[in-house]
């Protein structure tokens, strides 16, 4: 059973665009949410994070947003960049726990 | 940020020998590491989860015996795969999470293996 789904395994957009990737979990007990960028042949790089207390948190281009009672988050990247063309993962974990669950991955292309 | 060095980032083995994959924390100490594997186009999957001083905890269907961890200090842990076989290439990757609630974890470069 997988906890955290990412529906979309591709998105293509074009240069100076918005950018929405989306994630939905199925376990409530998760609290604290993270995305991930991966490049190929090179290890995930951290991007933005939130925790269950909030429903929106920004860091320059990157904002995620949180709704528990969806249990739906979603990234936007606004403008889109061609440098952002990656694999997105977001992922959740609970509880202080260390482990984290991840979803299979958003391919994002963006167009110049 | 914190900084997760995985080590050699590229490794090509003959079938039946083994290979030895090192991961460390460079700048804090991970009583925790993790292990994961990535197929082709598929999702990070999580192997086992390292643990300073005791026996590493395997997730379902990970063969232990295959997938030796041993994490002997707070910044460094080691995955032997052992007898390899060309259906144990893949991308390895070790992650670390700081210590406390709510922190992100950091993620090694990777090693891809290639068994032949």
């Known amino acids: 059973d997988q906890q955290v789904k990412q529906n979309s395994p591709s998105l293509s957009v074009q240069e100076g665009r918005i950018s929405i990737l989306n994630c939905d979990y199925t376990?409530?007990?998760?609290?604290?949410f993270l995305w991930y960028k991966k490049y190929p042949a090179e290890g995930p790089t951290f991007l933005i994070s939130?925790?269950?207390?909030?429903d929106k948190n920004e860091d320059g281009r990157f904002t995620v947003f949180l709704n528990k009672s969806a249990k739906h988050l979603s990234l936007h990247i606004v403008p889109s960049q061609p440098g952002d063309s990656a694999v997105y993962f977001c992922?959740?974990?609970?509880?202080?726990?260390?482990?984290?669950?991840f979803g299979k991955g958003t391919k994002l292309t963006v167009n110049p | 940020g914190a900084v997760v060095s995985q080590h050699p980032s590229r490794v090509i083995c003959k079938s039946g020998t083994s290979v030895k994959i090192e991961c460390r924390s460079l700048?804090?100490?991970?009583?925790?590491m993790f292990w994961y594997r990535q197929f082709p186009k598929q999702s990070l999957m999580l192997m086992a989860t390292?643990?300073?001083?005791?026996?590493?905890?395997?997730e379902q269907g990970v063969e232990k015996d295959k997938f030796l961890i041993n994490h002997a200090s707070l910044t460094l842990s080691t995955l032997t795969v052992t007898s390899a076989h060309p259906e144990d290439s893949s991308f390895y990757i070790c992650s670390a999470r700081v210590p406390g609630r709510n922190t992100e974890a950091f993620f090694g470069q990777g090693t891809r293996l290639t068994v032949v």
């Open positions: 992922a959740s974990t609970q509880g202080g726990s260390e482990k984290l669950v």
């Open positions: 390292s643990n300073e001083g005791s026996k590493a905890t395997y």
């Open positions: 700048d804090f100490q991970a009583t925790t």
């Open positions: 376990n409530s007990m998760f609290d604290y």
């Open positions: 939130i925790s269950s207390i909030k």
